[in-house]
């Protein structure tokens, strides 16, 4: 270090360098060109092999258009001789599809074990109705069960409200119609 400045690269490039980077960049397009349109003429050949393969096959044997498209008869294999029939044997029969349903015997009620506590109250027997008249139609003969009527509920009794709660809209109460 004797005191001089050192640089590696001088401020401006030489002419010469910007000239051969021109040109290179030039061929580099030129080529780059001629990739892709020999690219696209792969493609179109692969396309046009691919279209003719296809013709080849539906107009070949066997293909859609081939006028022997039907199946061939062949003739029928040679019968097998039939198996020995056994005349001692008496013929199977197969069952039929009906069967006989038995009816199932009734059960007998199991006598209940005494119990050492008193027996349950039993309920009252519920009134005798009257029979229905036969003048009557059908629908006119039911009678309601006169244990299941309800009970009429008092006018002024808590359980009947007076008037439905006043509404409240989601959110506040709602506003009045415009006059």
């Known amino acids: 270090?004797?005191?001089?400045?050192?640089?590696?690269?001088p401020?401006?490039?030489?002419k010469y360098l910007n000239d051969f980077s021109k040109a290179l960049a030039g061929e580099v397009?030129?080529?780059l060109a001629e990739v892709g349109k020999l690219r696209d003429e792969r493609r179109a050949l692969q396309y046009e092999i691919a279209e003719l393969m296809n013709m080849k096959s539906k107009h070949g044997a066997g293909g859609e258009y081939s006028p022997d498209w039907r199946p061939q008869i062949e003739a029928p294999p040679a019968e097998a001789p039939p198996p020995p029939a056994i005349e001692d044997a008496p013929a199977v029969q197969a069952r039929p599809g009906w069967r006989v349903v038995h009816k199932?015997?009734?059960?007998?009620?199991r006598p209940m074990p005494k119990a050492p506590h008193a027996p349950a109250p039993t309920p009252a027997p519920a009134p005798a109705m009257e029979p229905p008249r036969p003048e009557l139609p059908a629908w006119a003969q039911w009678r309601p069960n006169p244990l299941l009527a309800p009970t009429p509920v008092p006018s002024g009794s808590a359980a009947s409200p007076s008037?439905?709660?006043?509404r409240s809209g989601l959110?506040?109460?709602p506003t009045p119609p415009p006059k």
Request: no cysteine; net charge positive.
């Open 104 to 109: 199932r015997p009734e059960r007998r009620e």
């Open 11 to 14: 401020p401006t490039a030489p």
């Open 163 to 166: 008037s439905p709660p006043p």
């Open 1 to 9: 270090m004797n005191g001089k400045p050192t640089t590696s690269y």
């Open 29 to 31: 397009k030129i080529l």
């Open 171 to 173: 959110f506040g109460p």
